[in-house]
Each structure stands twice: as C-alpha cells, then as structure tokens.
C-alpha cells in the first residue's frame, strides 16, 4: 500500500509539471480543450491503475495463463528478489531482538550479582553480630538481666536468614515460655 502511495504521489507530481507545460504553451485555452485534456489524462490514468491490478493478481499468482515463458520467467525472478528482500528483513529483526535479549540478560546477571553480593555483607554481618553476643554472653557469665536477650540462630542453608527474638530464661518451667516471635526472613 505505502508503494502505491509512492507512486501515486510521484504520479500526482508528473501530471501536475505536465499540465503546468500545457497551460504555458496554450495560454488561451478553450474549456473543451483543456476536458479532452484531462479526459485523456484520467483514461491514461485508469489503464495504468488496470495494468497495476493485473500486475498484482500476477505476484499473487491469479491470472497467469496469459503469460509467456519469458513472462513467467521475469515474474518469478521479481518473487525472488522479494523474497530475498523480506528474508533479508526478517532476518535483520531477528538478530535485532536477539541483541536486545542478550542485552536484558546480562543486565539481569549483573543485578543478580549485585544482590549476592549485598547478601553475603549481610551474611557476613550476621556472623559479626553473632560472634559478638557470644562474646558478650562469656563475658557476663551466663548473668542474665531483667531486660531481654536476642538470640540469633546460625541458619543451616546459607541462603536464608531466621532471626528469632529470645526471652530471659528465669528458673520458671519451659512450659511457661512462649515461643520466641520471628523478626524476619531474608
């Protein structure tokens, strides 16, 4: 369709300039004149739009049968080329989207690797805030206060976090505890 846009436009632009020639070199045109004139330019119009419609049915592949060898031949070397053209195309898309996939992916690695990396500070800041509460519990060997101890549990899998909250242990019985709340897991 935008072809046939293409070309009606240069088509407009042709009859325009023609008319132009016309108008200059009869400057006192007589109104029958100049109908023929565009009578003729509109037929002349009509079997070139008829010639582009048989050209068309011809790339779909309707109405061959009046065609030669020869014609055959040129047609299917245009189908070809059109071809090769759309494929080329196509082609040129595809590699363009694989780019852009390659692209996202590392973009997605590399945040993924920003993240493990934020998680082993964490991990390593666990460790750190562990070693010390165990530091500061031989310290004050085994006192306990009346305001509350934390308790922070060494994960087994490395990849989580469960951070648990402790209550004083008194001489109370253990059924008297409730069971320490879960702060967060990372």
């Known amino acids: 369709m935008s072809s046939l846009y293409v070309w009606d436009m240069s088509r407009t632009k042709s009859i325009i ?6 108008k200059e070199g009869q400057q ?18 009509r079997q070139q739009l008829h010639n582009l419609q048989d ?13 030669g060898l020869e014609d055959l031949k040129g047609l299917e070397s245009q ?42 500070i964490i991990r390593d800041d666990y460790v750190v805030l562990q070693n010390k509460l ?14 509350t101890n934390y308790n922070f ?3 087994e899998d490395v990849n989580s976090f469960d951070l648990k909250l402790s209550l004083p242990q008194h001489a109370e019985s253990d059924d008297d505890q409730p069971e320490s709340p879960t702060l967060g897991r990372f």
Do not use: C
Request: aromatic share 4%; charged share 25%; hydrophobic share 35%.
């Open 17 to 22: 300039e023609r008319y132009q020639k016309v």
């Open 28 to 45: 006192f045109m007589s109104a029958s004149d100049e109908a023929k004139l565009w009578q003729a330019e509109g037929e002349r119009l």
């Open 55 to 67: 050209n068309h049915r011809q790339l779909l592949g309707h109405n061959l049968s009046g065609l």
């Open 79 to 120: 189908l070809e080329i059109s071809l090769h053209n759309i494929r080329l195309t196509k082609d040129q898309l595809m590699i363009d989207e694989i780019e852009k996939s390659n692209k996202k992916g590392i973009l997605v690695h590399q945040e993924n690797m920003e993240l493990h990396k934020k998680l082993n």
């Open 134 to 147: 165990n530091e500061q519990t031989e310290l004050n060997g085994g006192i306990t206060s009346s305001s």
């Open 153 to 155: 549990i060494a994960p």
